[in-house]
């Protein structure tokens, strides 16, 4: 390519810059406008309600079908995702709190979900992120609740029989694991290797053909595994893309998880009932009482009803031992007609029956 024809493509996208530039003030300036009419509405003691899930999602999904490339539809959602998350800091910028420390797979999850404009906070444990939300010190907090290779999160489903908590989204996210040393492993001597017992789990065929001897330890989070690595020459550590940067180390194997299409699901939780968007997922949990059937009799009315279970999960119930409580997740909102009949069936059976929250299904 000649000097003269590249010269001409950079005055072209210089004076396309410009136009983006300005089409972005003006949607910001809207914003601006959605925020003071929101304000204008409001009834007295009424608090206003600035972050509109299901808003965002349609918003995204439009894009998405209205994409002609060449860039993919994910990649032109995830650069709105980040004009509309800069549009509402405007308005107020969202606080969410997140399963630190900074660099988890929580936090990338945090972020694709909202962006980069908010203000985010990394808890020690999934219980703190609940009470920070309860508390009201944040206005969102991000949890993860399913691996495809390990399975459910424990600790987040007992999390939702300890607190009142709503469900306002969900967000799946890839997760690669590479193996990381610091400027000073002596790479033939490594004997640990530090990550979050999941992503030992995740890891563990690749273990044991490369590393069979060495000792396996679990630590509270991939971050808390990378910053060890920096400080000790005999040791690695597993984690992803975001703790490799945060503590610079280096890459000695990468993508090392068992299963290639590995993948995490995560909640948002919040105080705020989102409306249906049309496509739209419901969580809820049901104790029934400890009889022959029990189960079965849960499961008939979504089944002559066509409804389409996406997950179901059992953990002890705090009522008694060897009792039990099962979380369900499915298509629908709960204001939909035919799921609120489902859910009454339902209750007419069941010991307890919580709604957790119905929200928008993962839209990138
Ligand atoms: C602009 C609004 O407020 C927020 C910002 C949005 C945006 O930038 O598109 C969308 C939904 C809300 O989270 C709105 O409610 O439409």
Redesign the pocket.
């Given at each position: 390519m000649s000097e003269h024809e590249l010269k001409a493509l950079r005055v072209r996208i210089d004076s396309l810059d410009e136009k983006i530039l300005e089409l972005i003030s003006d949607?910001a300036r809207?914003?601006e406008e959605?925020?003071r009419v929101?304000m204008a509405a409001l009834a007295e003691g009424e608090v206003p309600v600035?972050?509109?899930?299901e808003?965002?999602a349609q918003?995204l999904k439009r894009v998405m079908e209205r994409n002609k490339g060449p860039l993919s539809n994910e990649e032109m959602a995830r650069l709105f995702r980040e004009?509309?998350s800069s549009?509402?800091a405007l308005?107020n910028p969202l606080k969410v709190a997140y399963l630190g420390p900074e660099g988890t797979f929580t936090q990338a999850a945090a972020m694709k979900h909202f962006g980069h404009a908010v203000i985010s906070k990394p808890m020690a444990a999934i219980d703190e992120v609940f009470r920070e939300v309860v508390a009201g010190a944040v206005n969102f907090g991000v949890v993860p609740v399913e691996n495809s290779t390990e399975g459910a999160v424990n600790h987040t489903l007992d999390s939702f029989l300890e607190h009142d908590m709503v469900i306002c989204g969900e967000v799946e996210l890839r997760i690669h694991h590479h193996l990381l040393i610091g400027d000073n492993t002596k790479t033939d001597s490594i004997t640990r290797i530090y990550s979050h017992a999941q992503s030992l789990a995740q890891c563990r065929k690749w273990l044991d053909a490369h590393y069979p001897n060495v000792e396996r330890i679990a630590v509270a989070s991939n971050a808390e595994a990378a910053k060890r690595v920096k400080g000790e020459w005999n040791s690695a550590a597993i984690a992803g893309d975001m703790a490799a940067g945060l503590y610079g180390l280096e890459r000695l194997a990468e993508k090392i998880e068992d299963r290639p299409d590995n993948a995490t699901r995560f909640l948002i939780i919040g105080n705020q009932e989102v409306p249906p968007t049309g496509d739209d997922k419901t969580s809820v949990i049901v104790s029934m009482s400890n009889r022959p059937g029990a189960l079965h009799e849960l499961l008939v009315p979504f089944h002559d009803n066509g409804i389409d279970l996406t997950r179901i999960e059992t953990r002890p119930s705090r009522s008694g031992k060897w009792t039990y409580v099962f979380f369900i997740d499915f298509i629908g909102h709960h204001r939909d007609p035919l799921i609120k009949g489902v859910l009454e069936q339902i209750s007419q059976e069941a010991v307890a029956l919580k709604v957790l929250g119905s929200y928008p299904k993962a839209v990138l």
């Amino acid at each position: 390519m000649s000097e003269h024809e590249l010269k001409a493509l950079r005055v072209r996208i210089d004076s396309l810059d410009e136009k983006i530039l300005e089409l972005i003030s003006d949607r910001a300036r809207c914003a601006e406008e959605v925020a003071r009419v929101k304000m204008a509405a409001l009834a007295e003691g009424e608090v206003p309600v600035f972050y509109r899930p299901e808003r965002e999602a349609q918003v995204l999904k439009r894009v998405m079908e209205r994409n002609k490339g060449p860039l993919s539809n994910e990649e032109m959602a995830r650069l709105f995702r980040e004009v509309m998350s800069s549009c509402l800091a405007l308005e107020n910028p969202l606080k969410v709190a997140y399963l630190g420390p900074e660099g988890t797979f929580t936090q990338a999850a945090a972020m694709k979900h909202f962006g980069h404009a908010v203000i985010s906070k990394p808890m020690a444990a999934i219980d703190e992120v609940f009470r920070e939300v309860v508390a009201g010190a944040v206005n969102f907090g991000v949890v993860p609740v399913e691996n495809s290779t390990e399975g459910a999160v424990n600790h987040t489903l007992d999390s939702f029989l300890e607190h009142d908590m709503v469900i306002c989204g969900e967000v799946e996210l890839r997760i690669h694991h590479h193996l990381l040393i610091g400027d000073n492993t002596k790479t033939d001597s490594i004997t640990r290797i530090y990550s979050h017992a999941q992503s030992l789990a995740q890891c563990r065929k690749w273990l044991d053909a490369h590393y069979p001897n060495v000792e396996r330890i679990a630590v509270a989070s991939n971050a808390e595994a990378a910053k060890r690595v920096k400080g000790e020459w005999n040791s690695a550590a597993i984690a992803g893309d975001m703790a490799a940067g945060l503590y610079g180390l280096e890459r000695l194997a990468e993508k090392i998880e068992d299963r290639p299409d590995n993948a995490t699901r995560f909640l948002i939780i919040g105080n705020q009932e989102v409306p249906p968007t049309g496509d739209d997922k419901t969580s809820v949990i049901v104790s029934m009482s400890n009889r022959p059937g029990a189960l079965h009799e849960l499961l008939v009315p979504f089944h002559d009803n066509g409804i389409d279970l996406t997950r179901i999960e059992t953990r002890p119930s705090r009522s008694g031992k060897w009792t039990y409580v099962f979380f369900i997740d499915f298509i629908g909102h709960h204001r939909d007609p035919l799921i609120k009949g489902v859910l009454e069936q339902i209750s007419q059976e069941a010991v307890a029956l919580k709604v957790l929250g119905s929200y928008p299904k993962a839209v990138l």
